[in-house]
């Protein structure tokens, strides 16, 4: 794997496209704002989803692109550009011309493009990120598993390191590296195998590809409730009781040192370019929040196990920073599992976690111009 073309995405057409976006978007500074944004939108909208159909983050985001849609009688178009676990997604956002009708359907803030030297740009100070939910990591194993219990799984994984497999939604993605920190706490090497995003990767497991589905609770709750598949941890504080009495163990009942650090997963942002017009800035965020509250997006909430978690302006900034100067204190802590060249916190201008709360708001910083 090159420094100039990582998971499919050619580094040196990313950084020039995003040179000749600069000088594009500095022609369209003689266009007053309010010109541009008049009537917006006055065609369809198209949100790009970062990740494959059928996963977590294209759930999410097409819930919400529905329910904005009903809300400000909009027509949002969605479609799906995986890989390089975002940077596909963001190269192609980030090419077309900042008016607000090509938008990025994302998760986890999109910290991981910059971490892994896909990009150069600042998530948090270039984009404007808008949180919509939590969700939860899980490790499950089809029925006929000969893993009942997490304690069977430690067991086989310390009895022959590297033999136990877990599926991921791709190398260096969110339950990659939640599935690092879990092993991690329990003493274990596993073998990690990518997958284009969580619906591919939980089928990995169910299919016998893989010894373990690693992913979301959201996306292996179906298959557990109809006896598919057996949950073997989750990474909420607490155990998951489910209708019909089935557990769906906390690894904190397991490994009770972890509570510190739970509740932990996913999170779900759309991403909107920080150069838009500020009315088309201001528009979609209403549309996000009509969305984000609405009784279907609940009820979507309630029936997969996410967790509605609101969040816009400055603090979304603040925790897509955060959130970047942990992974970054990770990856590189198991930059032998990333398979790449893992940039340093002082590299991308980040303190250690247990300094940023000093850090922020770091110097230069300006919230996005939204109500």
């Not at 997490?150 to 991921?168: L, Q």
Request: net charge negative.
């Amino acid at each position: 794997m090159s420094d100039e073309k990582t998971g499919g995405l050619d580094r040196r057409k990313f950084l020039a496209g995003s040179a000749g976006l600069a000088g594009a978007a500095a022609l369209e500074i003689t266009i007053p704002g309010s010109a541009f944004a008049q009537g917006y939108p006055s065609r369809p909208v198209t949100l790009v989803v970062m990740y494959s159909a059928g996963g977590g983050t294209d759930t999410i985001m097409r819930k919400l692109a529905e329910e904005m849609a009903a809300a400000k009688g909009w027509t949002i178009n969605v479609v799906n550009k995986p890989g390089a676990v975002g940077g596909v997604a963001t190269q192609y956002v980030s090419a077309a011309r900042p008016d607000g009708y090509t938008l990025l359907g994302g998760a986890n803030y999109n910290r991981f493009v910059r971490v892994l030297g896909h990009a150069e740009f600042t998530p948090w100070e270039e984009w404007v990120p808008m949180k919509a939910a939590n969700a939860l990591a899980s490790w499950s194993v089809r029925k006929d598993s000969p893993f009942q219990t997490f304690e069977d799984m430690i067991a086989a994984a310390k009895a022959n390191p590297g033999s136990v497999s877990i599926s991921t939604s791709g190398t260096g993605g969110v339950w990659h590296e939640l599935a690092l920190i879990v092993a991690d706490l329990a003493g274990i090497e596993l073998k990690y195998v990518p997958y284009k995003g969580g619906k591919p990767a939980t089928l990995a497991g169910l299919q016998g590809e893989t010894d373990i589905s690693g992913g979301g609770v959201h996306e292996h709750i179906d298959l557990i409730r109809a006896g598919e598949m057996r949950n073997l941890c989750q990474t909420s504080a607490e155990d998951i009781v489910l209708d019909d009495g089935t557990v769906l163990p906390s690894i904190a009942s397991i490994i009770p040192e972890s509570r510190k650090i739970l509740p932990v997963g996913a999170t779900y942002n759309f991403m909107m370019r920080r150069d838009l017009p500020p009315e088309v800035l201001q528009e979609l965020a209403d549309g996000f929040r009509a969305a984000a509250n609405s009784e279907g997006f609940k009820d979507l909430m309630k029936a997969k196990f996410f967790q509605l978690d609101v969040k816009v302006g400055e603090e979304a900034d603040r925790e897509g920073a955060l959130m970047e100067t942990v992974t970054v204190d990770i990856f590189n802590r198991f930059q032998d599992q990333i398979g790449a060249e893992v940039q340093t916190a002082d590299a991308l201008g980040l303190p250690k976690p247990e300094d940023f709360d000093a850090w922020w708001p770091p110097k230069g910083y300006t919230p996005a111009p939204i109500k």
